[in-house]
């Protein structure tokens, strides 16, 4: 390989992954991304693909893997179901038998057992990350122990009028609320410091939003060429937006007021980790570390959050 003129980088992170074929082995690879942490899956199937490719008998990326569990409620995600102390230490204890880094809640875990779940798993030496509960906080979530949080839309919504989003509440009066909200605030300072005295690790997924931004019938190809290097059937989800025309302006103006306050987390040394989601799979990382330097991190910086800031987060970063 000539690499006149170019420039010789690690291999990239996605630290926020649902590995849903064992297609995607390749496709991560050849998007120069290996290593993958997966934050939520089907448990065989899982397990099983982490074996193969940490062993090199699979083709893929190196995966370390975050086991998922969620409560009971009407949107709850997946077969394992967390609703007491007791269904707690069993669903952290396995998880952590069978080789599992980290535990994911999910959003409809009851608030009142988040804390037997942060303690059961630390005392473990597993860390914990997922979304804040329904109910909860993300001054909460951190409080009952998370080490991490899934999403910069738990830290945004820290800055979000209460009154955004009720019925009665106009477009306009939408349009408006997001554009007063300022990292640099006093309810803005008090959040990014309450963080940052944690040791809160935020993976962002800023890729993810930008695709969920897109009104129906702007292709993601527009801004993420990646889309070109999946299968077709892949291909198609992200042939038009999703986003209804007329709510398109408040959705890029969310996203917007989502890279400032990236931006301002970062400067505040909170640490940010890259993240794509449900996203192209591999090749959203870069789209997710160009949002990083739109945000004002600098290409080394951005470059950084995809290779050893992970690998400390996730602490192995001594690795060979």
């Known amino acids: 390989i000539d690499a006149t003129g170019k420039f010789i980088i690690p291999g990239l992170w996605d630290m926020h992954a649902h590995y849903e074929q064992v297609e ?12 993958v942490r997966d934050v939520g899956n089907e448990f065989g199937f899982i397990t099983a693909i982490r074996n193969a490719n940490n062993s090199g008998s699979g083709l893929g990326p190196r995966l370390l893997t975050a086991g998922v569990f969620d409560g009971d409620g009407p949107y709850a995600l997946g077969v394992q179901r967390v609703n007491s102390a007791e269904d707690a230490a069993t669903w952290v204890k396995r998880y952590h038998d069978a080789g599992f880094q980290q535990i994911k809640i999910y959003s409809s875990v009851k608030p009142a057992i988040v804390k037997a779940i942060c303690e059961d798993a630390h005392a473990l030496g597993v860390t914990v990350t997922g979304h804040t509960p329904t109910g909860m906080t993300i001054f909460d979530g951190v409080e009952a122990g998370m080490d991490q949080v899934n999403h910069i839309s738990y830290v945004f919504q820290t800055f979000v009028p209460k009154t955004l989003g009720t019925p009665a509440t106009s477009m306009a009066e939408r349009m408006n609320a997001v554009r007063s909200i300022k990292p640099d605030s006093d309810d803005g300072r008090k959040a990014i410091s309450f963080l940052k005295e944690h040791g809160t690790v935020i993976d962002d997924t800023a890729a993810l939003y930008e695709l969920e931004a897109q009104a129906v019938g702007q292709s993601a190809a527009d801004f993420e060429p990646g889309v070109a290097n999946v ?5 198609e ?8 025309p007329e709510r398109a302006a408040l959705s890029k103006l969310r996203f917007s007021k989502m890279l400032e306050l990236i931006g301002a987390l970062h400067k505040a040394g ?27 991190f600098t290409p080394l910086e951005a470059l950084q959050a995809a290779t050893i800031v992970p690998a400390r987060v996730m602490k192995v970063d001594a690795d060979s």
């Open 231 to 235: 299968a077709p059937e892949l291909q």
């Open 24 to 35: 995607w082995g390749p496709i991560y690879l050849a998007a120069g991304v290996t290593t």
């Open 270 to 296: 909170i640490t940010l980790v890259a993240g794509t989601d449900q996203a192209v799979p591999g090749y959203s990382v870069y789209r997710e570390l160009e949002i990083y330097v739109q945000a004002g």
């Open 237 to 244: 989800q992200f042939s038009s937006g999703s986003t209804p």
